[in-house]
Every structure is written in structure tokens, then in C-alpha cells.
């Protein structure tokens, strides 16, 4: 197990370096000088330069490639353009509040899918799982801003229970904290939940009809004893690895909803900087998500090895 | 005479399907005796499977309806509440499936599926339980049990697998075992040392064996009885040596015809009984093999022929005597 932990924590630095050379690459390609941009239209040529070869920029791209990764490995990501903040301050302001809405999104996706899904299989072909089943396919096809809209309308407008809008730290005030992640947790938790659900229905039906879990009826097992002790522990398996892309998904920032919720996260500074050029802070925010992915995928990688013995000694 | 420790009696299997009510197992009606090893034989579809899943109440019930009795020890089984049926199942009936590959759970160890019913059943703790797993595994035959009673099924052969399988089967000292196509899935090898060690453990623990097969060359093996079985119906029904011998009913000479014979003209084809089973859900009027049959007659096709004496314990469903056909 140690073993297989290891190689994976390699393979996860060989893909980070990977990243790193295709951010950096994609956004030098871009055309648009962000020097440029900064400066405005009217400018004076020497500043141009000097500015210029303050950010490396005069260098050849690969002399400046390495550089950006030596001072990425020490946490420093260069400095925005837009601001002269340095890009870590930046990405770890907006971090509290990607972290908190991927993970409260997550919770209510979870806590609708996973007993849903459980009851749907067990039940398939009930009323229950037809109305479980057509209920997740409207929520996964409805899109997120619409979504978004109505719950602000209903809980804000009409019934004046939630803050439209906005982000409280949870150390300044928990209860405010709560009610401004309420909605947009709902509107992102709904639409992961509802896929998540179809993957936990589908895997623990498949599980279901499989020969060991007749098997174990065989035995003599309570139905109980046979769902928690040989389906779910198979069905977890899939179930994992749909949870971990959607958390992937969660913590990209959800852009749009952050947009309507007016929500400082990740995807809303990656969407500035890009209406921006500042290109530092779109590298940054990318790097750091990308990290994030392949944490999620190295974390799902090594609960597999924990669920599933056979993946522990290949 | 002795009681038998089973009886079914008119045992019925039916599905319901869009094209109607499918029929795979009609009036099935046999005796298992104490110690006994009875062999049900028939092709894919013939209903071997499934009424012996029907006995234990392993067949969801809808789509499944099963009607009939089937008498254990004098109790109905198809009548018994669910927690009764449970400590029936894999208790004082076991039963070992076909696939050894997909039949043990991939997830658990061998030691957890085998401890399992010994909890459940014999409600032993933990660490006598695991002694007792290790015996059993021992007892199958699977060398250094104590080192493997923690591993995985995948870390097994099939061969392996289908021991583990028998372990577990025998776990709770069953009176009855019932073995659906257990061997088929192994190589001849595998089979043969398999056959050897339930043949050895039934004479050791005295336990009567359901042996569900397609394979005539197992059941001429193993089996003390042969129920065969077509269309969800029983065609005949013999001690093993008088229903080789005689073959009255046209099924069997047909099955027993299709088997390669060594040393005969090899540019033969094998003799392959002509058609298909009949359609679960289009049962034939008369007898469900009539379509299929070479000595066929108009009166097989509109009646039924009723399971008759003919011989000492040996029943056939067929209208003719075997003089008249093979004549």
C-alpha cells in the first residue's frame, strides 16, 4: 500500500510539472500584451521597457518558464499586474470561499444522493425511484444560473429568508456565514447531487444482481447484512470516483454561480484576470487548481486501494 | 424406508413478461433421500436452476411466482417466513453456484465470507469462528490455511475458489447441499479433484447432495438418482445404472446420444438433438419435448404424457414403452 501511495504522489508531480508547462505555455501564446493593457493607451515607451524587463518579460520564454516554476515551488507566484498584490495573497484571499462552497455544495449533494440512490436501487421500479429518477433528470438538466435566479427570487425576494448575495467569513459570524452560503451551496449541491445519484443508483443495482450478493443471501444473511456488508462495499468503488470529480469540479469555481451570488472565488478572480490580461494571476489560479484536481484524484486514488484489494497489489 | 429429508411436490416456476406468464418450471415433483446424491439434468432453459433457487426463496418474488411445497424435514419451505427461511439458508441447506470466479465477493476476505454464517448460524464468536474457518478451509483441501484465510478471492485459481465455495457450503454441517453446475465452470482436472472431495466429505459428514448439471459424464460419476428434467418437466427418473441402461424416455437417449463416444468413426458429427426448447412462454399443449422428438406421434403433441411406473423406482413421461419406439 505504501508502495502504491508513493508512485502515485510521482505520478501527481510528473502531472503538476506537466500542467505548468501547458498553463504557461497556452497563456504566453495569447495574444495581448499585459504590460500593455496595464499601462493604458497613452504611455511612455522607456516605462513600457522598464516595466517590462521588471516582469522578465524581455527574457526568452523558456529562461522565463523557469524561472516562474523556481519561485512557484516557494509559493511565490509573481505579482498581478492590475494590482502589484503578489498573486499568493491574491489566490489565498479568494481560497476560504471556493473551499467553503465547493465543500457545503458537496455535503448537500451528498446527503440528497447517497440515501436516494441507496433506496432507488433497493427499490427499482417503485414509485419512489421513478420520482427520484425523473426529479435528478430535471435538476442535472436545468442550468445553474436559472437555478440560481429562482432561489434568489423565492428565499430573497418573495420570502425574504436569505441574503440574496455575498460572502461572511465564518470566523467574523457563523450564523451570517450560513445564510449567505445557503443558496448558492443549494444551487451547485443540487445539480452535483443529482449526478452523483444516478452513479449511486446504477452501482449499487449493478451490485445488487451481482452472484456473490446471491451468494450471501445463501448464507442466510438479513437483507440488511447483505446490503452493508457485500453490495455497498462494491458500490463504493464507482461511487468514490464520481465524488471525487465532482469536488474537482466544485473547487474549479463554479464561475457562473459565483458570478449571481457575487461569491470571491477562485473561478470569479481567474474570470477577472482574464478580462484583465494579468496574466500572473490567471497562471497562479490555474496552477492552483490544477493542484487541487490532482490532490482530489491522488486522495480518490488511495481510498480505491483502501475499498478495493485488488487495486492494492497490482 | 426412510424419510426423504426433502420433498417437493408439484413445484411450479412461473415469470410474468410482457408476451405473458412464463412457465419454466411445471409440477416438479422428487425425493431427496438421507445421504443420497441426486443429479438434475437438463439443458440451458430446461428449469434446473431455478427451481432449485425457488427452494430456498432465492427468486425475486415478483417477477418470480413459485407454487407447490417442497418439504424439509417435513416443513414447507415455500411456505416459511423470512427470518425462518434465513436460518434455513446456508445453514441446513447450502448451496454452491456455478461461477467461482464472480461468486465470492471481491472485497472481502475469504476468512469474512466463511465467518459470516458460522456467526450467524452457529453463533460462534469471532475467534472460534476463525479456527473453524481455517479447519474448513483445511478441509477442502486448501494448503496452508492459516496464511490464507486472509487473503482475497482474487488471490485464488478458480479451482481455489470453488473449495472456498464448498467450505463455506459445508460450514454449518448442512443436511442437504445443493451444487448448481458447480463444476462446470472448472477444467476437467479441477472438476474431477472437486468431485472427489465432496464425494468424500458426504461420506464423512453423511450429507444428501442436489447435483445440478448438464454434464451426463459428472452424473454417471456421482449420482446414486437422476431426475431429467426438460421444459421445467420431469422425463425421467431412475437410480443412475437402469436410466443409462435402459433409456426410456426419447430425451435421454437423445442427450446421451450427443455425447462423443472415443474410438467410434471420427468423421461422425456428434448426434445433436434438432431444435430448440420450448418457449417458457408458448408451452407446447402435449409433451414440451414432442417438437423436438424423432419417434414422435399426433397423440404426443395434444396430451401430456403423466410421469408413470415403469420399473422398479424408475418413472418415465412418455405415452410408449421403448420396445415400441426402438423397435
Redesign the interface.
Known sequence: MTGYVLRRIGQMVLALLGVSIIVFALIHLVPGDPVRTALGTRFDQEVYEALRARAGLDQPIVVQYFTWLGNAVTGDLGVSFRSGVPVTTLLLQRLPATITLAFAALFVALVVAIPLGIVSAIRSGSRLDYAATATSQVAVSVPDFWAGIMYILLFSLVLSWLPPSGYVSFFEDPLEWARHLALPALTVGLISGSIIFRFVRSSVLEALN???T?????????ERQVIW??VM??AW?PIVTVVGLQLGFLLSGVIVVEVIFAWPGLGRLALLSVQDRDFTVLQGAVLLIAFMFLLINLVVDIVYGW????VR?D | MTEPILSVRDLTVSFGTRLGRARVVNGLSYDVEPGETLAIVGESGSGKSVSSLALLQLLPTPPARVEGEARFHGDDLLAMEDDEIRSVRGNRIAMIFQDPMTSLNPVRTVGYQLIEPLKMHMGLDAASARNRAIDLLDLVGIPSAAERVDDYPHQFSGGMRQRVMIAMGIACNPDLLIADEATTALDVTTQAQILDEIGRLQSELGLSVIWITHDLGVVAGIADRVVVLYGGAIMEEAAVDPLYEERRHPYTRALLASLPVPGADRPNRLRAIPGLPPDPTRMPPGCPFAPRCAHAQESCSQQAPELREAGEAHLVACHFDPEELYA
Open positions: 451481482q452472484d456473490y446471491r451468494t450471501a443471501r445463501a448464507k442466510g444473511l438479513t456488508r457485500h462495499p462494491n468503488i475499498l478495493d484489494p485488488r497489489y
